[in-house]
Every structure is written in C-alpha cells, then in structure tokens.
C-alpha cells in the first residue's frame, strides 16, 4: 500500500498542496498534519476585523472536518512534528509515533521574533501570530487603557489601528525613522505617520526599547534609550518573524534564511516540496527570497503539489500584499528593493492615491491607497512586464489599462 503524500502545517500552503493534489488526479492517501488544535483557517483578519469583533471565528474557518474528508483528506490537528528520516522517508511526530511518506511538503510556516528583554514573559505582553493570540489580545483590549506597540509594521499598525477604534490611548514604538520602512516609500510612510496621529496615536520614532516595567508580574510600561516610559497594561510586539525550518535543517535538508526551494517549490531533496512563509526561494542571481503572504502561500502550494506529481509548475507572478488601516486599504505589488524613482499618481490628501517605483527607467512595484481598480491594473502590467513611463504613471488622465493592448 502507498504511503501517501505527507503535508505538515496545516495552513493556508499545506491546504492548497492537499487540495490541488486532489484537483490533479492524485488518488492515493493525503495526510495533513497541523500543530494547533484546530484545522486551517484564515490569518489575516487575526490583526484587523477579529480583534474589533467584527468577524466572527466561524467565518475564519477555512475548510470544515468534514469538507476535507469528502475529499479524502486526513486532517490531524495537535500534531507536532519531530523529525525527518529521510533515508526512510520517515517523519517522527510528537506523540512518539512515525508516519512514512512518498512524498513530503514541509509548510510548517513562521513564528514570531522574540523581544530579547526581561519581562517579554509577562502577563499582558503579546505577539500576534495564531488564533489563539489574536483570541487573548481581543480579550485584554476589553479591560486595557494604555496600549503600547512595539514595530511600526503591517502587524503593529493594524493593532494600533484597532486598539484606537475601542478608543484604548495608543502608543507605536519604531526602532526606524519612518513607519514601515523596509516596504514603502518616504512618502507612504509620512502618509500613515498623519494617518495614525490623526486618529490620536503617539508615534515614536527612532524609539529604542531598553527594558520593560513588570509589577506583579504584569506589564506596566515601557522604557526607552533615551529615559522615556510609556505606561502599558497592554504590550503587543511586532518585531518580525522567524522560519520555522529547524525540522529540514537537522534533516540535511538545504536552509538559508528558510527552507530552500526554487521557482516549483521543490527542495535540496528530491521526495520533498515546501510552500509559504518558511520557506526561502533561491532566485536566477543566486540570492534568496522570502514572502510572507497569501498569495506566495497559495502559488507556492499549487507548485509544490505539482512537484510532488512529477511536473513543473512556476510561480512567477509578481507578488502583492495588503494592510487595512482604519478607512484605508493600502494594496501593494511588486517588490520596491533597489528602487530610484517614485512617482505619485492622484492625491495623498485624498486618502486616494498609488506611488510607482522605478529602478533604471523601469517600474517594479506600485502601492495603491483605497485604489482597487488600480491595482489589479498595476499586477496586469508587472506581470506582463509592461512598464508605463514615469509621465504616463504620474498622469491621472492617462489610461494606464490602455497599455494592455
């Protein structure tokens, strides 16, 4: 009897490799294998609409139990995975039991970068990654009056976003001079830098955090490099997060900055895929590259199911993201690194708005403000390589879908 396909993580990626495994014809057993207590469900309103109540758990839940049974899939949930034989073709889970596989995709997804400081441990201090963060962050935001964001990111601006609208007084700590830096232009972040100030955050910038405040083993601020104390009964971080590629790298599985993989998801190990946010994608000029988004999650996992079959299939669409921010949806594709040219199409104070970025005369990424149309256009033209000049971009009465053909 075959061993079947293995999937662990039992997220968006591992969803999408089980599932297009069916849709491609493949009828022997699929295994998925998740660590938390309840199957795959949707992450990204864990920071937005779920904190504010405003989405329900239910609608969260991605596929019932009993949807992936009709399709003959194993749905495990507590399940942790210890190590890989791959000799054996062989994973070891926690409970002291063993699975073999013909096939393994490993989408055990990321985990947050821990707060090197003393008191990290304390009650009401939490990162957001899981369900079960997002559930005892809604929880304390009913009783807390002083909130303190450390990371001026996606995650910690969304956070603050809803912590304002319960009214709860906000504080965003950013070790950067300008909020969401890695990302976006100076301008898109002066735009968010009003844009909080305006809805009564105090943003900090340039905030060193040197030590938390801890009394009766709660937090109660905040302190500074430069003396500063910011009173906290609630501290979320949003520092970053970290693969989760342990399991493949003590396997001898090729890791760097990720599990290693190339444009069809597979792994230094030819009976092994990976797909989303664990993963690092070793690109044409030999560095490596992280996404952390649904759609690398879903084409990741539509490649590697593929893979796993005997066929190639490329991910190749340029990749985009979004973060909403009170009335505003801030929609982004390409990737900006390298850029030399922004240009600005429409107007900021408007709250509508998109920001092209060149690099030598060539458009490589567009950030859209509560411009929808306009994005789906600006993913059209990248994907098609097609790039408008910075005049044209910059020319409201352009057509910028007219350059489709």
Wanted: hydrophobic share 45%; charged share 20%.
């Amino acid at each position: 009897m075959s061993a079947g396909m293995v999937i662990v993580g039992a997220g968006l990626a591992g969803l999408t490799v089980a599932e297009t495994l069916r849709a491609e014809g493949y009828a022997g057993p699929i295994t998925l294998l998740g660590d938390e207590p309840h199957g795959p469900y949707h992450r990204p309103p864990l920071s937005k609409g779920y904190l504010l109540g405003e989405t329900q758990e239910a609608q969260l839940v991605m596929r019932a139990p009993e949807l992936l049974a009709k399709k003959n899939i194993t749905l495990k949930v507590g399940t942790g995975v210890t190590a890989i034989d791959r000799a054996a073709q062989r994973i070891s889970l926690a409970d002291g039991s063993t699975l073999d596989y013909d096939g393994l995709a490993l989408c055990t997804g990321s985990r947050l970068r821990p707060l090197p400081l003393a008191g990290a441990d304390a009650r009401g201090v939490f990162g957001l990654r899981s369900l079960a963060d997002s559930r005892a962050i809604a929880a304390a935001l009913e009783t807390a009056r002083n909130v303190v964001v450390i990371g001026g990111g996606f995650i910690g601006l969304e956070v603050a976003s809803a912590a304002r609208k319960k009214d709860k007084a906000v504080t965003v700590l950013e070790a950067a001079d300008r909020l969401m830096a890695r990302v976006v232009a100076p301008l898109i972040s002066r735009f968010y830098l009003d844009l909080h100030s305006g809805h009564g955050v105090d943003v900090v910038l340039g905030a060193m955090v040197s030590e938390l405040v801890v009394a009766d083993g709660h937090i109660a601020a905040v302190k500074t490099k430069d003396g500063r104390e910011f009173p906290a009964d609630l501290l979320v971080v949003g520092i970053g997060i970290l693969p989760n590629a342990e399991i493949a790298q003590a396997a001898g599985v090729e890791c760097s900055g990720g599990i290693v993989v190339d444009a069809c998801s597979r792994t230094s190990d030819p009976a092994i895929v990976a797909a989303g946010d664990c993963t690092a994608r070793r690109m044409a000029d030999g560095t490596f590259r992280r996404l952390e988004s649904v759609q690398n999650a879903v084409e990741q996992g539509k490649s590697a199911a593929a893979a796993l079959l005997g066929r190639d299939r490329e991910f190749n669409a340029a990749p985009w993201f979004w973060s909403d921010q009170y009335d505003v949806k801030l929609q982004m594709v390409g990737l900006t690194a390298g850029f030399d040219q922004v240009v600005t199409r429409g107007e900021p104070k408007g709250n509508k708005f998109s920001t092209f970025y060149y690099k030598g005369g060539k458009l490589i990424a567009i950030d859209s403000l509560n411009q929808p149309a306009e994005h789906l256009t600006g993913r059209k033209l990248l994907d098609k390589g097609v790039s408008p000049t910075p005049e044209q971009a910059a020319d409201i009465a352009f057509a910028l879908a007219g350059l489709l053909g």
